[in-house]
């Protein structure tokens, strides 16, 4: 089974700190992926990256920075939170395949919180 | 990137009852659909996914959902709901990258 690990499921910070979310997928996988869940808006793509040190914008990519230093690795940086960051945030990872086998399997998320 | 559109935000219903659950999407190419499930407190996963050939797919816990192409829906079904369905769920597309677009989300609760 594929297993995607994130560093946290709680996280409380203050406004204005810099805050790390880790992500490690146990696959091999290509891609990974960080969305945000807030109620009503469904996940929302922040970044993603399809392989070591690539990265592209998602659809809310602002006050976001991602790391890819090794393949099983991703991590989100919020260079300086602020309240309108708190939200579930979901780490994702699939292969490069392209095809039926394409899944994207998720981790169990974290959830911040901004005070 | 493709738009999804869940038609409702909260279904209320009792055991044994059918469930389905409306999705549109937006882009008229080549797309890729996806029903996702989250139970209370646990990840999100995969429930089926369309890529291509039978319209009709049928996925896990006797879920299944029907592509129309005309109509650019994937409605997700079920006939006959128990209360371990209650969860949220979410429907995706996806068209010539890796990338997902989500929709709102539908939260089903079950009344036993």
């Known amino acids: 089974d594929v297993k995607v690990t994130q560093s946290s499921r709680y996280l409380v910070k203050r406004t204005g700190e810099k805050v790390f979310l880790e992500c490690v997928q146990d696959?091999?996988?290509?891609?990974m992926f960080w969305y945000r869940q807030d109620p009503g808006l469904g996940l929302r793509l922040i970044y993603f990256?399809?392989?070591?040190?690539?990265?592209e914008k998602g659809d809310i990519p602002e006050g976001y920075s991602v790391s890819r230093e090794k393949k099983e690795r991703f991590s989100l940086i919020l260079e300086s939170a602020s309240t309108n960051q708190t939200s579930m945030y979901l780490c994702?990872?699939?292969?490069?395949?392209?095809?039926?086998?394409?899944?994207?399997?998720f981790g169990p998320g974290t959830r911040l919180t901004v005070l | 990137a493709q738009s999804v559109s869940q038609h409702n935000h909260h279904v209320i219903l009792s055991e044994a009852a059918s469930l389905e659950l409306g999705c549109n999407y937006s882009?008229?190419?080549?797309?890729?659909l996806f029903w996702y499930v989250q139970y209370p407190g646990q990840h999100l996963q995969l429930l089926l996914k369309?890529?291509?050939?039978?319209?009709l797919v049928k996925g896990i816990k006797g879920f299944e959902a029907e592509f129309i192409k005309s109509k650019f829906s994937f409605n997700l079904r079920k006939p006959s709901v128990q209360w371990s369905d209650t969860a949220e769920y979410f429907c995706?597309?996806?068209?010539?990258?890796?990338?997902?677009?989500f929709g709102a989300g539908t939260t089903v609760t079950v009344r036993a």
């Open positions: 995706a597309a996806r068209s010539n990258d890796y990338k997902l677009s």
């Open positions: 369309y890529f291509s050939g039978d319209p």
């Open positions: 696959m091999d996988h290509e891609n």
């Open positions: 994702a990872s699939t292969s490069l395949v392209w095809g039926p086998v394409d899944t994207q399997y």
């Open positions: 882009y008229g190419g080549t797309v890729n």
């Open positions: 990256s399809y392989d070591v040190k690539m990265k």
